[in-house]
């Protein structure tokens, strides 16, 4: 009996010597202490060892039992170690390598200009109305006081799609025609149309055949030119800052009578005067005036009762003052080259 533990301690000895993977650890386990392994098998045979023997047997047993158990733990534990470092060794970070850019996609400039203009006239209680691009001549020209034959269609002559009864609309104006054609005269009107418009223009720094425009219009009783001019302060403030000082200069439209054309004060040189404001310290951003009696009327509303105003800014110029861009034609390129130098401007 003494021989067979003697033996086992041996082998038990020398079999720790060897590198073992977890899986041979283990089994090396179910062989030596497993329900049927060879120690639990020799502790079996306790009951047929002599009684005075019996204690040496025991803790020769024990001795036995011991030693495997502390090799068996001494091995899992290396191994485990050397399984650990190996993982770190492997997922070893170097913070000096480069970083991976990932590409992310920004709203187009003009989208964002419309959204934050939007924003604007939204908060001053104005609704954003939609309407269609493929426009009728009705609602281009004649309904804002332009009929057949007038000059001023030469220089908003545009791409016609049957005879000249259906058009790209040349201005986002029709919107307003249908607007308060569908109020039926007899309620107020607070809107703002953004959307694309078409001229017949040769494409180059300062034209382009497709551009955007972000008209509005507010009919009420006892509207005046001053409110128009608070309206346009108050948007100019906060689309330019807060030291945006405005001013009017007659101009002539056919849809607004008094018409005007509206500036700014230069916010790169704040009136001392620059390239951008071309040495004036004003700058022009869009065209507005008293909604024409012709058009109230053509429209539903009696001119007698009802007064407004109407403003057209153009979305390109806008972006083009702001972020400093000098040709139109990036908005239409679709040079990521050009248009990424823009796009993150207000998010960066
Ligand atoms: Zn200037």
Redesign the pocket.
Known sequence: MKETINNLKEEITALFTKEHTLKELNDLKVLYLGKTGKITELSKGMKEVPNEEKKEFGMLLNELRELFNSKFETSKEELETAELNKKLASEEIDVTLPGTIINTGAPNILEHIIEEVEEVFMSMGYDVVDGPEIEEDKYNFELLNIPKGHPARDAQDTFYIEDEKVLLRSQTSPVQARTMLKAGGSVPIRMICPGKTYRRDADDATHSHQFMQIEGLLVDKNISLSDLKGTFDTIAKKLFGPDCVTRFRPSYYQFTEPSVETDIS?F??HGK??S??KNT?WITVSGAGMVHPNVLRNCGYDPKEWTGFAFGFGAERLAMLKYGINDIRVFYQTDLRESKNFDRKDVE
């Open positions: 230069c790169v040189c005067g620059c951008l404001c310290g």
